[in-house]
Each structure stands twice: as structure tokens, then as C-alpha cells.
């Protein structure tokens, strides 16, 4: 099978992930986009997230009905900082015949070669490069000598040719912490269903 593997904290899901993720599905011919929500990111070692079993919960509502989506709790069930090299050794010996490609962002590209063992990484699984109209900018990020060094001129050509292009949107989940932190809405920015979640369990409220 063709699977996207799509990493975050996801604290909360909302509308700009979903949109990403059938993006990718459609445009890169997935057989299934599998949400991996991380225990502890290593890039966020400095902010509290809020437990995995409302993360997940948060996903598995957002996802429902949609027949190509999966939550993956792999990360979760081991605990500790979730890195992606670790992730996708146990996935390659769980499911050996499966391709593998990590759905990332143009931040996440440039902060590739920072990532924990990038050229394994790139032994394990392929990348797919999802691009926002007007926002991204795929093609200065990858001439940076750093992306460059790590994913050599051909990968980087393959990178570009095959990314994936989605609308503008600008969704960002601290946005929707702060504005329900501030009694504000987040109706339209997340499915109704996490919205409704999100209430009922007081999450991200300062007191």
C-alpha cells in the first residue's frame, strides 16, 4: 500500500490538517493517510501539550467517515520524544512491503536536516511536500544549502515536481488555544465535532 504519514502534535486538529491530508491523498494517489500524533515532539520540548488521549480522541472525531484516514497511536503508546527515525524502523518491520511517505510542510523541509538521522530517514520513506497557494514557497526552501546537502539534486527535483498544492489556508492550532482561552469561537476552523469536544472537556481554558 501507498501510505502518507502525517506527523504533529495536532493540539488541536482543525480544518487546514484535514484539507492537507486529502490533498495528498488525491493528488499523490494514496491508498491511505494515517495521522501520527506525537507523544512529545522534539521540537516542542519546551511547551506543555495537552494528554495524548484527548489528541487522539480529537482526531479520531475529525477523521470520521472518511474511509482513507487512520489514527496511528504508535508514538503515543511509546511515550517519551516521539522521533521519526524510530517511528518508521518499527512501521518497515511491521509492514516491510508498504511505501512510506512523510507528509511535510515547508518547515518542516527546512528543519529537515536538524531532524534526528535525516539520511536515515530518507532510507525509510519517501517525502511529499504539501504547498498552500500564496502562502509556501517550496522552490526557495529547498535551495537552501542545508536542504540541499541532505536530499541531493535528484530529491530535491523529485521533491519539487511531485508537491502538493493546496488552498491558502492559514489555520494554526496555537490560534485556536488563544482564542478559546480568550472566549472566543472556533466554529469553521476546526470540524464541529472537536469544537463540541474541546467544550465538553474544557480544554484549553486558562482557568
Excluded at 44 to 52: F, I, M, Q
Excluded at 161 to 178: E, F
Amino acid at each position: 500500500m501507498r501510505i502518507g504519514l502525517f506527523g504533529g502534535s495536532f493540539d488541536p486538529v482543525h480544518i487546514g490538517h484535514l484539507i492537507a491530508a486529502e490533498c495528498c491523498r488525491e493528488q499523490a494517489g494514496l491508498d491511505r493517510v494515517v495521522f501520527m500524533p506525537a507523544a512529545v515532539p522534539p521540537h516542542k520540548l519546551d511547551r506543555r501539550l495537552t494528554p495524548a488521549e484527548d489528541r487522539v480522541q480529537m482526531l479520531r472525531l475529525a477523521i470520521g467517515g472518511h474511509d482513507a484516514f487512520d489514527v496511528a497511536t504508535d508514538e503515543i503508546d511509546r511515550g517519551g520524544v516521539s522521533y521519526t527515525v524510530e517511528t518508521l524502523g518499527r512501521l518497515r518491520e511491521a509492514r516491510p512491503t508498504d511505501e512510506r511517505l512523510l507528509i511535510l510542510g515547508p518547515d518542516a523541509i527546512a528543519d529537515f536536516p536538524t531532524w534526528r538521522e535525516p539520511g536515515q530517514i530518507l532510507e525509510l520513506a519517501g517525502l511529499l511536500a504539501v504547498e498552500r497557494d500564496g502562502i509556501d514557497d517550496l522552490s526557495s526552501i529547498v535551495r537552501d544549502p542545508a536542504v540541499a546537502a541532505v536530499l541531493g539534486e535528484d530529491r530535491l527535483a523529485r521533491l519539487v515536481a511531485t508537491r502538493v498544492r493546496m488552498p491558502a489556508v492559514g489555520i494554526r492550532a496555537s490560534d485556536l488555544r488563544a482564542a478559546v482561552a480568550q472566549g472566543r469561537s472556533i466554529r469553521y476552523r476546526t470540524p464541529r465535532a472537536v469544537e463540541q469536544y474541546i467544550a465538553a472537556n474544557r480544554l484549553y481554558r486558562v482557568a
